[in-house]
């Protein structure tokens, strides 16, 4: 059975930084799939955030963009995203998605 874990969210100050991780358990597949980020703030769609292929190539939301870094580790089945210079409205519970499968999400909360 394949589980998504994230860890790595938190309280921070507007302005901090974080870095999320998505390990990927019971998947022989995972060097070979593309992951992505998403978020969902209360009340708010969930909204992807980044995403990286198979071979390390990315793609940012506009709103993260120059701030967020998405990455991987395949001898580590993980994947990561780094945070930098967090803002309020960044605040949201962060889901890694894998093969249309989502973990339980980590929540960022970011104070101003």
């Known amino acids: 059975q394949v589980q998504l874990v994230e860890s790595g969210g938190g309280l921070v100050q507007a302005g901090a930084s974080l870095r999320l991780s998505c390990v990927v358990s019971g998947s022989i597949f995972f060097s070979r799939t593309s992951l992505s980020w998403y978020r969902q703030a209360p009340g708010k769609q969930r909204d992807l955030v980044a995403g990286?292929?198979?071979?390390?190539?990315?793609n940012y939301a506009d709103f993260v963009k120059g701030r967020f870094i998405i990455s991987r580790d395949n001898a580590k089945d993980t994947m990561y995203l780094q945070m930098n210079s967090l803002k309020p409205e960044d605040t949201a519970v962060y889901y890694c998605q894998y093969l249309g499968l989502w973990g339980q999400g980590t929540q960022v909360t970011v104070s101003s």
């Open positions: 990286i292929t198979r071979d390390g190539s990315t």
